[in-house]
């Protein structure tokens, strides 16, 4: 089964930038749909971005749409998430996932994808 390791969180200033990465390895990439997750302590997991097998399609959380671009090099089994106009309300950490469930266009249900990272920790603080 995939797996998937992300990096590039980090603290970063309200209005700053930072830019999200998601290695995956034992992966067939047109066979998955991606996703970015989020979760702060005490509160249920969010669907953040997703993107389709072919990258043609992508979904947004309506608190991220316009602020966050999601995207994948599949010759590089890498997914991104660029994170920009960061809110101390998007604290939490940033999780990819992989779905081999979905069959067309992407979705921000969690229960979807089958495979997890293990998360980077995004910090927005003065």
């Known amino acids: 089964q995939p797996q998937y390791v992300e990096s590039g969180g980090g603290l970063v200033q309200p209005g700053g930038s930072l830019n999200l990465s998601c290695a995956v390895t034992r992966f067939t990439p047109n066979l998955y749909v991606l996703g970015w997750f989020r979760q702060v302590p005490g509160k249920e997991r969010e669907g953040v971005s997703c993107?389709?097998?072919?990258?043609?399609?992508?979904n947004y959380a309506d608190s991220v749409k316009g602020r966050f671009t999601i995207s994948r090099d599949d010759s590089k089994k890498m997914v991104y998430l660029q994170l920009t106009s960061l809110r101390p309300e998007d604290t939490a950490v940033y999780y990819c996932?992989?779905?081999?469930?979905?069959?067309?266009?992407?979705?921000?249900?969690?229960?979807?994808?089958?495979?997890w990272g293990q998360g980077t920790q995004v910090t927005v603080a003065a």
């Open positions: 996932a992989g779905s081999r469930s979905l069959l067309s266009g992407c979705d921000l249900a969690d229960s979807w994808y089958e495979d």
């Open positions: 993107i389709g097998r072919t990258g043609s399609n992508t």
